[in-house]
Protein backbone atom coordinates (compact mmCIF):
# COMPACT_ATOMS: atom_id res chain seq x y z
CA UNK A 1 0.00 0.00 0.00
CA UNK A 2 3.13 2.11 0.95
CA UNK A 3 3.84 2.47 -3.10
CA UNK A 4 0.06 3.48 -3.61
CA UNK A 5 0.31 6.38 -1.27
CA UNK A 6 3.54 7.97 -3.39
CA UNK A 7 1.62 7.00 -6.86
CA UNK A 8 -1.61 8.67 -5.70
CA UNK A 9 0.39 11.52 -4.22
CA UNK A 10 2.49 12.04 -7.56
CA UNK A 11 -0.71 12.02 -9.29
CA UNK A 12 -2.40 14.71 -6.78
CA UNK A 13 1.13 17.05 -7.18
CA UNK A 14 0.93 17.13 -10.79
CA UNK A 15 -2.91 17.20 -10.80
CA UNK A 16 -2.30 20.73 -8.45
CA UNK A 17 0.32 21.85 -11.18
CA UNK A 18 -2.44 22.37 -13.31
CA UNK A 19 -4.34 24.02 -11.01
CA UNK A 20 -1.56 26.47 -10.26
CA UNK A 21 -1.34 27.13 -13.46
CA UNK A 22 -4.82 28.10 -14.95
CA UNK A 23 -4.40 30.84 -11.76
CA UNK A 24 -0.85 31.91 -11.89
CA UNK A 25 -2.99 34.13 -15.10
CA UNK A 26 -4.82 36.17 -12.20
CA UNK A 27 -2.76 35.33 -9.21
CA UNK A 28 0.77 35.82 -7.98
CA UNK A 29 2.90 33.17 -6.18
CA UNK A 30 1.58 34.69 -2.97
CA UNK A 31 -1.42 34.51 -3.11
CA UNK A 32 -1.49 30.39 -4.18
CA UNK A 33 0.03 30.09 -1.37
CA UNK A 34 -1.59 31.61 1.01
CA UNK A 35 -5.12 29.67 -0.53
CA UNK A 36 -3.58 26.71 -0.35
CA UNK A 37 -2.14 27.26 3.18
CA UNK A 38 -6.17 28.09 4.28
CA UNK A 39 -7.46 25.71 2.20
CA UNK A 40 -5.53 22.95 3.77
CA UNK A 41 -5.95 23.65 7.69
CA UNK A 42 -9.32 23.45 7.05
CA UNK A 43 -9.31 19.92 5.32
CA UNK A 44 -6.61 18.71 8.19
CA UNK A 45 -8.63 20.18 11.17
CA UNK A 46 -11.58 18.00 9.65
CA UNK A 47 -9.74 14.99 8.87
CA UNK A 48 -7.77 15.23 12.36
CA UNK A 49 -10.94 15.49 14.25
CA UNK A 50 -12.70 12.61 12.64
CA UNK A 51 -9.40 10.63 13.32
CA UNK A 52 -9.28 12.42 16.98
CA UNK A 53 -5.73 13.29 16.27
CA UNK A 54 -4.87 15.99 18.36
CA UNK A 55 -3.23 18.92 16.67
CA UNK A 56 -0.84 19.96 20.18
CA UNK A 57 2.50 19.23 19.15
CA UNK A 58 5.86 18.03 21.37
CA UNK A 59 8.09 19.04 18.08
CA UNK A 60 7.28 22.87 17.55
CA UNK A 61 10.58 23.74 16.19
CA UNK A 62 10.79 20.52 13.91
CA UNK A 63 7.28 21.47 12.29
CA UNK A 64 8.97 25.51 12.51
CA UNK A 65 11.56 24.06 10.43
CA UNK A 66 9.54 22.01 7.63
CA UNK A 67 7.15 24.70 7.25
CA UNK A 68 10.25 27.26 6.28
CA UNK A 69 11.93 25.44 3.72
CA UNK A 70 9.31 23.40 2.28
CA UNK A 71 7.00 26.77 1.87
CA UNK A 72 9.92 28.67 0.25
CA UNK A 73 10.23 25.00 -2.11
CA UNK A 74 6.30 25.86 -2.46
CA UNK A 75 6.62 29.71 -3.45
CA UNK A 76 9.26 28.97 -6.04
CA UNK A 77 7.88 26.00 -7.58
CA UNK A 78 4.71 28.17 -7.89
CA UNK A 79 6.59 30.40 -9.61
CA UNK A 80 8.05 28.04 -11.65
CA UNK A 81 4.80 26.32 -12.85
CA UNK A 82 3.51 29.75 -13.83
CA UNK A 83 6.62 30.52 -16.08
CA UNK A 84 7.75 27.15 -17.36
CA UNK A 85 6.75 24.20 -19.04
CA UNK A 86 4.93 22.04 -16.48
CA UNK A 87 6.69 18.97 -17.16
CA UNK A 88 10.18 21.06 -17.30
CA UNK A 89 8.91 22.79 -13.66
CA UNK A 90 7.96 19.57 -12.19
CA UNK A 91 11.10 17.35 -12.96
CA UNK A 92 13.47 20.95 -11.62
CA UNK A 93 11.13 20.41 -8.26
CA UNK A 94 11.78 16.59 -8.19
CA UNK A 95 15.88 17.01 -8.36
CA UNK A 96 15.38 16.78 -4.71
CA UNK A 97 16.41 13.46 -4.57
CA UNK A 98 20.37 14.78 -6.27
CA UNK A 99 20.18 17.05 -4.28
CA UNK A 100 20.32 15.45 -1.35
CA UNK A 101 22.85 12.87 -2.51
CA UNK A 102 24.95 16.15 -3.33
CA UNK A 103 24.44 17.19 0.20
CA UNK A 104 25.43 13.71 1.81
CA UNK A 105 28.97 14.00 -0.32
CA UNK A 106 29.24 17.65 0.48
CA UNK A 107 28.91 16.64 4.73
CA UNK A 108 31.18 13.58 4.18
CA UNK A 109 33.62 15.71 2.97
CA UNK A 110 33.58 18.26 5.57
CA UNK A 111 33.16 15.98 8.33
CA UNK A 112 37.02 14.72 7.41
CA UNK A 113 39.51 15.94 9.32
CA UNK A 114 43.16 14.97 8.07
CA UNK A 115 45.89 14.41 9.98
CA UNK A 116 46.85 11.34 12.59
CA UNK A 117 43.85 9.11 13.74
CA UNK A 118 41.47 9.78 10.82
CA UNK A 119 41.12 7.88 7.74
CA UNK A 120 40.30 8.95 4.57
CA UNK A 121 36.35 9.22 3.97
CA UNK A 122 35.47 6.87 1.08
CA UNK A 123 35.45 8.68 -2.36
CA UNK A 124 31.93 7.52 -2.93
CA UNK A 125 32.93 8.38 -7.00
CA UNK A 126 29.52 6.50 -8.01
CA UNK A 127 27.58 8.69 -5.83
CA UNK A 128 29.76 11.69 -7.25
CA UNK A 129 29.12 10.63 -11.02
CA UNK A 130 25.11 10.12 -10.01
CA UNK A 131 24.64 14.06 -9.15
CA UNK A 132 26.71 14.99 -12.20
CA UNK A 133 24.93 12.88 -14.49
CA UNK A 134 21.88 14.45 -12.51
CA UNK A 135 23.20 17.89 -13.30
CA UNK A 136 23.76 17.04 -16.70
CA UNK A 137 19.90 15.88 -16.80
CA UNK A 138 18.83 19.18 -16.24
CA UNK A 139 21.56 20.85 -19.32
CA UNK A 140 19.74 18.60 -21.58
CA UNK A 141 16.14 19.71 -20.51
CA UNK A 142 16.53 23.05 -19.86
CA UNK A 143 18.54 24.06 -23.18
CA UNK A 144 15.30 23.14 -25.75
CA UNK A 145 12.63 24.49 -23.43
CA UNK A 146 14.02 28.00 -21.87
CA UNK A 147 14.74 31.08 -23.65
CA UNK A 148 16.56 33.41 -21.91
CA UNK A 149 13.25 35.39 -20.57
CA UNK A 150 12.52 32.17 -19.02
CA UNK A 151 16.14 31.64 -17.33
CA UNK A 152 15.33 33.49 -14.44
CA UNK A 153 12.54 30.82 -13.94
CA UNK A 154 14.64 27.59 -14.30
CA UNK A 155 17.17 29.41 -11.48
CA UNK A 156 13.71 29.42 -9.15
CA UNK A 157 12.78 25.52 -10.38
CA UNK A 158 16.03 24.09 -9.71
CA UNK A 159 16.31 26.04 -5.85
CA UNK A 160 12.42 24.14 -5.35
CA UNK A 161 14.31 21.75 -5.91
CA UNK A 162 17.02 22.74 -3.47
CA UNK A 163 14.75 23.36 -0.65
CA UNK A 164 12.68 20.12 -1.55
CA UNK A 165 15.02 18.06 -0.37
CA UNK A 166 15.39 19.78 3.04
CA UNK A 167 11.75 19.37 3.87
CA UNK A 168 11.39 16.17 2.83
CA UNK A 169 13.91 14.80 5.30
CA UNK A 170 12.36 16.90 8.14
CA UNK A 171 9.23 14.90 7.06
CA UNK A 172 11.13 11.76 7.20
CA UNK A 173 12.36 12.93 10.44
CA UNK A 174 9.00 14.04 11.76
CA UNK A 175 7.76 10.48 11.23
CA UNK A 176 10.51 8.72 13.26
CA UNK A 177 9.85 10.86 15.32
CA UNK A 178 6.02 9.53 15.72
CA UNK A 179 4.23 12.26 14.24
CA UNK A 180 0.99 11.45 12.94
CA UNK A 181 0.31 12.51 9.30
CA UNK A 182 -2.65 14.63 9.86
CA UNK A 183 -0.60 16.59 12.27
CA UNK A 184 2.57 17.20 9.80
CA UNK A 185 0.49 18.42 7.09
CA UNK A 186 -1.42 20.57 9.30
CA UNK A 187 1.56 22.60 10.31
CA UNK A 188 3.14 22.95 6.79
CA UNK A 189 -0.58 24.25 5.71
CA UNK A 190 -0.21 26.97 8.67
CA UNK A 191 3.05 28.22 7.26
CA UNK A 192 1.99 28.30 3.96
CA UNK A 193 -1.26 30.69 4.85
CA UNK A 194 1.26 32.77 7.19
CA UNK A 195 3.98 33.14 4.74
CA UNK A 196 1.60 33.88 2.09
CA UNK A 197 -0.27 36.71 3.86
CA UNK A 198 3.13 38.33 4.48
CA UNK A 199 3.82 37.92 1.01
CA UNK A 200 0.48 39.44 -0.12
CA UNK A 201 1.16 42.30 2.15
CA UNK A 202 4.44 43.39 0.56
CA UNK A 203 3.53 42.32 -2.97
CA UNK A 204 0.19 43.47 -3.51
CA UNK A 205 -3.10 41.66 -4.15
CA UNK A 206 -4.22 40.89 -7.75
CA UNK A 207 -7.80 41.88 -8.77
CA UNK A 208 -10.68 39.38 -7.77
CA UNK A 209 -11.33 36.67 -10.60
CA UNK A 210 -14.23 34.54 -9.60
CA UNK A 211 -13.62 32.28 -13.23
CA UNK A 212 -9.72 32.28 -11.92
CA UNK A 213 -10.71 31.82 -8.25
CA UNK A 214 -12.72 28.46 -9.50
CA UNK A 215 -9.44 26.86 -9.25
CA UNK A 216 -7.91 27.86 -6.18
CA UNK A 217 -10.46 24.98 -4.10
CA UNK A 218 -9.39 22.08 -5.83
CA UNK A 219 -5.64 23.46 -5.87
CA UNK A 220 -5.85 23.54 -1.91
CA UNK A 221 -7.64 19.68 -2.35
CA UNK A 222 -5.19 18.55 -4.11
CA UNK A 223 -1.84 19.97 -2.55
CA UNK A 224 -3.67 18.73 1.07
CA UNK A 225 -4.28 14.89 -0.27
CA UNK A 226 -0.30 14.58 -2.21
CA UNK A 227 1.05 15.91 1.28
CA UNK A 228 -1.19 13.93 3.29
CA UNK A 229 -0.04 10.65 0.73
CA UNK A 230 3.32 11.84 0.40
CA UNK A 231 3.63 11.62 4.44
CA UNK A 232 1.86 8.74 4.89
CA UNK A 233 4.13 6.82 2.23
CA UNK A 234 7.21 7.16 4.04
CA UNK A 235 5.71 6.86 7.14
CA UNK A 236 3.86 3.09 6.03
CA UNK A 237 7.67 2.65 4.24
CA UNK A 238 8.72 0.47 7.21
CA UNK A 239 12.27 -0.87 6.32
CA UNK A 240 14.93 0.99 4.10
CA UNK A 241 13.68 -1.29 1.02
CA UNK A 242 10.49 0.36 1.47
CA UNK A 243 11.54 4.01 1.84
CA UNK A 244 13.76 3.66 -1.50
CA UNK A 245 10.51 2.42 -3.34
CA UNK A 246 8.46 5.31 -2.08
CA UNK A 247 11.64 7.46 -2.83
CA UNK A 248 11.78 6.13 -6.65
CA UNK A 249 8.06 6.38 -7.05
CA UNK A 250 7.62 10.02 -6.78
CA UNK A 251 9.24 10.63 -10.31
CA UNK A 252 5.74 8.88 -12.05
CA UNK A 253 4.97 12.66 -11.24
CA UNK A 254 7.53 13.84 -14.20
CA UNK A 255 4.93 11.42 -16.28
CA UNK A 256 1.45 12.59 -14.84
CA UNK A 257 2.76 16.35 -15.56
CA UNK A 258 4.15 15.76 -19.29
CA UNK A 259 1.38 14.46 -20.12
CA UNK A 260 -0.80 17.32 -18.90
CA UNK A 261 1.33 19.64 -20.23
CA UNK A 262 1.12 18.14 -23.91
CA UNK A 263 -2.86 17.43 -23.59
CA UNK A 264 -3.85 20.67 -22.25
CA UNK A 265 -1.19 23.55 -22.65
CA UNK A 266 -0.18 22.01 -25.52
CA UNK A 267 3.49 22.17 -24.52
CA UNK A 268 6.30 20.65 -27.21
CA UNK A 269 8.75 18.87 -25.91
CA UNK A 270 12.15 17.85 -27.93
CA UNK A 271 13.73 15.02 -27.92
CA UNK A 272 16.38 16.18 -25.90
CA UNK A 273 14.67 17.43 -23.30
CA UNK A 274 12.67 13.84 -23.36
CA UNK A 275 16.10 12.72 -22.61
CA UNK A 276 16.68 15.17 -20.06
CA UNK A 277 13.86 13.76 -18.33
CA UNK A 278 14.68 10.39 -18.34
CA UNK A 279 18.56 10.83 -16.85
CA UNK A 280 17.24 12.83 -14.16
CA UNK A 281 14.53 10.27 -13.11
CA UNK A 282 17.51 7.81 -13.70
CA UNK A 283 19.91 9.65 -11.32
CA UNK A 284 17.69 10.65 -8.76
CA UNK A 285 16.67 6.34 -8.81
CA UNK A 286 20.35 5.65 -8.50
CA UNK A 287 21.19 8.38 -5.76
CA UNK A 288 18.60 6.79 -3.61
CA UNK A 289 19.90 3.59 -3.93
CA UNK A 290 23.56 4.48 -3.46
CA UNK A 291 22.08 6.81 -0.74
CA UNK A 292 21.23 4.09 1.23
CA UNK A 293 24.47 2.03 1.22
CA UNK A 294 26.24 4.91 1.87
CA UNK A 295 27.05 6.12 5.68
CA UNK A 296 26.43 9.11 7.38
CA UNK A 297 28.90 11.89 7.36
CA UNK A 298 29.55 10.89 11.08
CA UNK A 299 30.88 7.54 10.76
CA UNK A 300 33.43 7.99 7.98
CA UNK A 301 35.36 10.18 10.50
CA UNK A 302 37.02 7.30 12.90
CA UNK A 303 39.66 6.15 14.89
CA UNK A 304 42.35 3.75 13.69
Known amino acids: MKAGWMLL ?44 IPLATRYPGMHAWRSMVGVTSLTAWFYAIAHLPLATAVTLNYMSSVWIAAFLVGGTLMAWRPGAGHDRPPLQGALVLTVLTGFAGVVMML ?24 AY ?18 YFAVGSAVTGLAGMALV ?18 LASGGQYC ?16 VANLQYTGIVFAAGYGVLLFGDTIAPIAWAGMATIIASGVAATVLRGRTPAPGDTVRRR
Open 204 to 221: GVSPWSWQAALWLPPLGL
Open 169 to 186: MQVMALSRAGEPEARTVF
Open 9 to 52: AAFFFATMGVCVKMASASFNPAELVFYRGLIGMAVMVALARARR
Open 230 to 245: MTRAYATAGNHRGTLV
Open 143 to 166: RPTIDPQQMLAGVVGLFSGVTAAF
